[in-house]
């Protein structure tokens, strides 16, 4: 049963029972960004060592939750310090996606993947002694070396041109496969099954544009179309998807568009308040996704890497 729940994401959590959720998908607070106006609020911390620790906790209370074969697709961006610290410089790429990835890896996830979001409408920056950013990671980890990952449903059809060079033979050499043709041995269909003259699997950067309009003027709500990908491949229909930092509840939204229940978390009533407004007004969408009728489902992993 879907539910939002106001507090503290490492408290609430911990009232949460083990494998009440079957992934997690979330973008937490930035450090020293904004100020959400709430005690307790994450990104305010004194050191960006302290931010990273209570992330760490709250990912613990994430790990506990998750069902064994869970995944944890965590959206982070990296920033610039504003200051000195004692391991970071004024100016210096502070590298906060990674120290919280190896952070977490330490902590027994399975870091799994580091997919870059490209931002293709990112904004230009004032700064001319570097290149403007356009990216965010998003994080796939594991509970277990075997997890739940679909890839048929997010796998994508492949360009004309490609379907066409396996249809006349991966060397792109009519003559070789009039050749085998003419043999009655049509080795490159039997090589290349349906499945695959259609579809590729997904790739690890995905082009994405940012939202342009905001719930509030505080907020970095991340877009529908990046999370949908991973809650296609991380659930099945009728499963729970996770979210510790709901803010405007897009994960919700997302989440009953596609037939999945869904548990939010956020500090602040209002944007709760706001997000069961939104994802009142979401209709189911049958199939679910794209390639949802492709999907039969499956763990993965141990044995290939
Ligand atoms: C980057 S926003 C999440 C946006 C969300 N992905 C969306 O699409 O709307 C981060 C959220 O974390 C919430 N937050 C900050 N500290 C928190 C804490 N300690 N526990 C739970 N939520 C917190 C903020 O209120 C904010 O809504």
Not at 68 to 86: C, K, Q
Not at 132 to 151: A, G, M, N, Q, V
């Amino acid at each position: 049963m879907s539910e939002v729940l106001c507090g503290d994401a490492a408290e609430v959590l911990k009232t949460l029972p083990q494998g009440s959720a079957n992934m997690c998908v979330t973008s937490p607070p930035y450090y020293g960004l904004r100020d959400y106006g709430e005690e307790n609020q994450i990104g305010v911390e004194q050191t960006p060592q302290e931010y990273i620790e209570r992330l760490v906790e709250v990912f613990a209370e994430v790990y506990r939750v998750l069902t064994d074969d869970g995944t944890l697709w965590l959206n982070i961006g990296d920033m610039y310090a504003n200051r000195t610290w004692e391991t970071v410089k004024q100016k210096d790429l502070m590298g906060i996606p990674w120290a919280l990835a190896f952070a977490l890896r330490e902590r027994g996830w399975y870091l799994r993947s580091d997919i870059i979001w490209h931002k293709t409408n990112a904004l230009p920056e004032a700064v001319k002694d570097r290149p403007t950013r356009c990216y965010e990671h998003i994080f796939l980890l594991s509970k277990s070396p075997k997890y739940y990952y679909d890839y048929k449903a997010i796998q994508e059809p492949i360009k004309e041109v490609t379907a066409a060079r396996y249809t006349r033979g991966r060397s792109g050499e009519a003559k070789y496969s009039e050749t085998k043709m003419s043999q009655g041995i049509d080795r490159k269909t039997d090589a290349v099954t349906e499945e695959k003259r259609q579809y590729k699997r997904k790739r690890d950067v995905w082009e994405v544009s940012t939202n342009t309009f905001r719930m509030d003027e505080h907020f970095a709500m991340f877009p529908e179309r990046l999370i949908e990908p991973c809650i296609l491949a991380g659930s099945r229909p009728g499963d729970t998807v996770l979210d510790p930092f709901f803010g405007s509840g897009t994960t919700g939204a997302v989440a009953k568009r596609f037939g999945r229940e869904y548990i939010g978390i956020d500090l602040n009533p209002r944007y709760l308040e706001k997000a069961e407004m939104r994802i009142a007004q979401v209709i189911p969408e049958k199939p679910y996704g794209n390639a949802a009728d492709l999907s039969d489902g499956m763990t993965v992993g141990g044995g290939t890497i």
